[in-house]
């Protein structure tokens, strides 16, 4: 641990020279002289004088060093029945020609860009783009229904809007162009234009705003990169926080870059010329780290896969891509195995596919539960290590950093800290908490470069969100512990945000759905575990009086809603009709006892509660309808 010790310590003691040491490993333009500075909100910038341009970075600068016949993506998609691939001078080419298409709408530096897409090379075109001019990306999540869309179009207020006729799930031909339309309906923001990529499964209808992709692209003027300033933004990522309202968490250039290349090195041990492979969605974080930015930046070629672990066709699709491909490293969130390990228990499928080239196996989005850890190191033989990190900071907060010092990996925890990363874990009374004991877990500020120095266009709700509840630190919204030897390990979330099979959402987003249905006069989600979701989410609602509706239709009806105007990846299946909810005496709903009570977890009931008679009932009545392990514990 003697090289992961000193660099750690050096990351802390002096994290300028740490960082101006990491800055090196990247082509600027104009190499920065300031590393660390305070802007005007007070919050720590990291090399604020420097230049450069994140797609040149990606893309030109490989080719410039000699690596341009070499892949940059494969892309592999068993849903479409293509593979295709495109080197580094491939790939540039595709990305200066869409920046064309881009200026040719009047994008220009810091207009902001929509890219609602499939898992097809045209999003990372569209990401790369859109950097090499200096547009501020923001890619939605496929999966997000018209309303979330515009809540995100109404927040960014893009010039553009880039889509494709549909998206495919397993079999099914999901039309995204009716999605665009009717976001554009619910928005308030309008003046935007929106391309239109035509996939041969589906032919979108387009209308007075649309540009066909094709058209605008062979009439494209390509473009050079332009260079941008290290804190201007790169693109805005929304996140679920804990209320209804999406959070743009920006991310700049520069610290981007950096922390990104470091972090290619440092945890995941990736050589320029590895084959890389973050099995996500562009529309996450990992997908924008991981699939595009980080393996381009250090000249690794990446894998973009368009399907799903099991059913496309069968159990063994990661295997034939890892053998296929010759992947070196590989990260995907665990329910992804859990899946695959329902499918195929004794990893049979495996035996016809050579994964020697595999190196190290990332994890991370949720907790790894033990059982799941145990049979991936049993079943691959290769280091398994389940690292941490969110939305918010960009890159790994704690993992076994493979590329510094190969340590130990523990099941069910998420190893050490990253350099960069002073994690504490925090008492209510803002104190450290000894060997063990659990709390919150806090970064020290400031924050590493990489991480997101504000909320776009609310930086009150950045202040409030992270750094209010302990002074000095910045609030994961974690809980946890750390062990004897510095491991530290993720309980779950102490706020209102669950992870639903590896995808984020917050139970206040889906409350106000819930709570719009006529017969419900109050409710309640919460995430409650799931063996393979992780997580799922069960709806506690108290219906108005005299309401006039079956279980089973409201049920129904809601179910819907939530699909129509968040998402079926929200998987909101199970609504729990009670005669009260519990509460504290001045009203506040008691969230985290229901979960424990559903989770079949000890708690301590709150000395506030109005009436402990009621948990008790809402035990009974979680057993009685098969909700929660609770239920489970009682078969
Ligand atoms: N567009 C439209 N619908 C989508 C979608 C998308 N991009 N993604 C999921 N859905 C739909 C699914 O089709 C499914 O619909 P259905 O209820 O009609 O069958 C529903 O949402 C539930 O999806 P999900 O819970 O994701 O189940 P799944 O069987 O489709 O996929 C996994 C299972 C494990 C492959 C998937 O959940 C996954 O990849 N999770 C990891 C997410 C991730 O990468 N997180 C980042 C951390 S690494
Ligand atoms: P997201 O911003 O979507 O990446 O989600 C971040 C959240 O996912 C974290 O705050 C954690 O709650 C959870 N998470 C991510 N990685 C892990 C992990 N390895 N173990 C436990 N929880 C994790």
């Not at 070499?70 to 293509?82: E, M, N, R």
């Not at 994964?355 to 907790?367: D, K, M, P, W």
């Not at 945000?497 to 819930?514: D, K, P, Q, Y």
């Amino acid at each position: 641990m003697d090289k992961y010790r000193s660099a750690f310590q050096q990351s802390l003691n002096d994290p300028a020279t740490f960082w101006q040491d990491q800055s090196r490993r990247i082509a600027w333009y104009q190499a920065p002289a300031s590393i660390m500075s305070t802007d005007d909100n007070g919050n720590a910038r990291w090399f604020a004088d420097g230049t450069l341009n994140t797609a040149y970075l990606a893309l030109d600068y490989h080719v410039e060093e000699g690596r341009g016949d070499q892949l940059a993506l494969i892309y592999d998609s068993p849903v479409t029945d293509t593979r295709a691939t495109f080197t580094f001078t491939e790939l540039r080419d595709r990305v200066a020609s869409f920046a064309g298409v881009l200026v040719s709408l009047g994008v220009v530096k810091g207009d902001r860009v929509i890219i609602y897409l499939p898992m097809i090379p045209e999003a990372v075109i569209a990401m790369l783009a859109c950097a090499r001019i200096g547009a501020v990306h923001s890619v939605v999540f496929g999966g997000f229904a018209p309303r979330e869309l515009a809540s995100r179009i109404d927040d960014a207020e893009p010039k553009v809007l880039l889509t494709a006729s549909c998206g495919i799930e397993v079999n099914n031909i999901i039309a995204y162009k009716p999605m665009v339309d009717e976001a554009r309906r619910l928005a308030s923001h309008q003046t935007w234009q929106c391309v239109v990529l035509q996939r041969p499964q589906c032919r979108a209808e387009t209308g007075a705003f649309d540009h066909d992709w094709q058209d605008l692209d062979a009439a494209a003027e390509p473009q050079p990169p332009v260079a941008v300033g290290a804190t201007d933004p790169l693109y805005i990522l929304y996140t679920s926080g804990t209320t209804g309202k999406p959070k743009g968490v920006v991310r700049d250039h520069g610290g981007h870059a950096v922390a990104l290349r470091y972090s290619m090195h440092a945890i995941y041990g990736a050589l320029p010329g590895d084959v890389f492979w973050a099995a996500s969605d562009v529309g996450w974080v990992v997908g924008h780290s991981y699939i595009v930015y980080a393996p381009l930046i250090t000249g690794c070629t990446t894998v973009l896969f368009e399907g799903k672990p099991v059913r496309t066709p069968d159990a063994s699709t990661f295997w034939r891509i890892i053998d296929t491909c010759k992947v070196n490293i590989f990260f995907t969130a665990p329910t992804a195995f859990r899946a695959i390990r329902k499918e195929d228990p004794e990893a049979a499928l495996l035996a016809s596919h050579d994964i020697s080239s595999l190196r190290t196996l990332f994890v991370a989005g949720e907790r790894t539960d033990p059982p799941t850890y145990h049979w991936l190191v049993e079943k691959l033989g290769v280091p398994v290590v389940d690292h941490w990190w969110q939305t918010e900071t960009g890159w790994p907060i704690c993992a076994n950093p493979v590329g510094i010092d190969q340590m130990d990996n523990k099941a069910g925890s998420v190893a050490v800290p990253v350099p960069g990363f002073d994690v504490q874990v925090l008492g209510e009374d803002h104190l450290r908490m000894g060997v063990r004991e659990e709390g919150d877990v806090v970064i020290r500020l400031p924050l590493p470069p990489g991480c997101l120095p504000t909320v776009w266009g609310n930086h009150e709700r950045f202040r409030e969100g992270y750094l209010s509840q302990h002074p000095g630190f910045y609030h994961t919204g974690d809980g946890g512990y750390i062990d004897e030897e510095g491991y530290l390990y993720i309980m779950g979330r102490t706020d209102d945000v669950i992870n639903v099979a590896g995808h984020r959402l917050s139970t206040g987003e889906l409350e106000e759905v819930v709570a719009n249905h006529p017969a419900v006069a109050e409710c309640a989600v919460i995430g409650i575990e799931d063996r393979e979701k992780g997580q799922i989410p069960v709806a506690l609602v108290l219906l108005k009086d005299g309401a006039n509706i079956t279980a089973e239709a409201m049920q129904q009806e809601i179910v819907s809603s939530v699909r129509r105007d968040i998402g079926a990846f929200a998987n909101l299946k199970r609504i729990l009709p009670v005669a009260r909810l519990p509460k504290t005496r001045s009203g506040k709903i008691l969230r985290r006892v229901m979960r424990c009570i559903a989770d079949g977890r000890d708690y301590d009931p709150p000395a506030t509660i109005d009436d402990p008679a009621i948990l008790e009932e809402l035990r009974t009545a979680l057993i009685n309808n098969n909700i929660g392990l609770i239920a489970e514990e009682h078969k």
